[in-house]
């Protein structure tokens, strides 16, 4: 087998195939896919859409306590300021899960005795979560047009109640979120060498794992 780190990067695939043809995108970018730049868009692109929800979200049931027993003045000034703390948690929980996501994955493909390097993992991972970024922004435009925060839009968590167990788990299981385990599946296979079939048991693994993990369980 092929050891991912003997192969070059070919940049001519333009970045849109991602989303519309996965296995050609990454099987044109052989060896290190970069990483960086993919992971700062998605950070960014995060940060904005956390700044235009902010005011809907913090209407949600679970802020009131948050709200309690404070006077107008307090409360505006508690509004403003997740107003501004929003963006940057969702910046930096950017870079936290997808390293968390990375060492699982990249663990489990050691374990299921896939050569690849970590650095070509967290690349995959990494473009895998521009998917996320277009649901996020779909997400956003909805709460905007309907004036409420969208909750766990285009998922199962939708038809679960609100703050239960169940809506963290179902919630998970979205349109989005199987579009990019296919991306990770395709660009596993695409730089070790490997079958569709064969890179989606540490991949669907890896998201069962972080999905209990999330959930409590």
């Not at 998917?131 to 909805?142: E, H, K, M, R, S």
């Amino acid at each position: 087998m092929q050891d991912d780190s003997e192969r070059v990067i070919d940049t001519h695939t333009p970045f849109s195939t991602l989303l519309t043809s996965p296995t050609r995108y990454f099987e044109s970018r052989r060896g290190h896919l970069g990483w960086f730049r993919v992971i700062l868009l998605v950070a960014i692109g995060e940060a904005i859409l956390a700044y235009i929800e902010a005011p809907y979200t913090i209407l949600l049931p679970q802020y009131a306590a948050l709200f309690a027993h404070k006077t107008v003045a307090q409360i505006v000034t508690l509004k403003a300021q997740e107003h501004l703390a929003a963006p940057v948690g969702a910046f930096y929980n950017v870079g936290i899960s997808l390293l968390i996501t990375a060492v699982f994955l990249w663990l489990l493909a050691r374990a299921f005795s896939i050569r690849v390097s970590f650095r070509n993992v967290v690349a995959v991972v990494a473009h895998a979560s521009v998917i996320a970024l277009a649901g996020a922004a779909l997400a956003t435009l909805a709460t905007v047009i309907t004036g409420h925060a969208v909750m766990d839009f285009l998922s199962l968590g939708m038809f679960a109640r609100a703050g239960s167990r169940a809506q963290s788990v179902f919630g998970a299981v979205s349109v989005f979120n199987l579009w990019m385990l296919w991306v990770e599946i395709a660009g596993l296979a695409a730089i070790a060498g490997l079958t569709l079939r064969r890179a989606a048991g540490p991949v669907v693994i890896c998201w069962l794992l972080l999905l209990l993990m999330s959930a409590g369980l």
